[in-house]
């Protein structure tokens, strides 16, 4: 079945960069698009980032553009989220996501807390 399986949140200052990953498993990864979500504490699940399956195109929120980087290794079924410059106000918990026709699949997530 798929997974998707994040890693790599944790605590860091504001200023400061963080990598998550999600390596997926079950379906042919190099064939669907990927997206980021996360959800703030309190606040709906918001989309972060896309990209699409070969990778050549990706889209992103007003409030992360030119700060995070969106990519993926379709070698490695894994997508990236590279978030430079961060503040306090990405502060949530991060989520990988697929869809696979009318299916939408989501990971068990990752925190991330920016605070001095």
């Known amino acids: 079945q798929v997974q998707l399986v994040e890693s790599g949140g944790g605590l860091v200052q504001p200023g400061g960069s963080l990598r998550l990953s999600c390596a997926a498993s079950?379906?042919?990864?190099?064939?669907?698009?990927m997206s980021w979500y996360r959800q703030a504490p309190g606040k709906e699940r918001d989309l972060v980032a896309g990209?699409?399956?070969?990778?050549?195109?990706?889209n992103y929120a007003d409030s992360v553009k030119g700060r995070f980087t969106i990519s993926r290794d379709n070698a490695k079924n894994t997508v990236y989220l590279q978030m430079n410059s961060l503040k306090p106000e990405d502060t949530a918990v991060y989520y990988c996501?697929?869809?696979?026709?009318?299916?939408?699949?989501w990971g068990q997530g990752t925190r991330v807390t920016v605070s001095s």
């Open positions: 990209i699409t399956s070969a990778g050549d195109m990706t």
């Open positions: 079950g379906f042919t990864f190099s064939t669907e698009g």
């Open positions: 996501f697929t869809r696979r026709g009318l299916t939408g699949y």
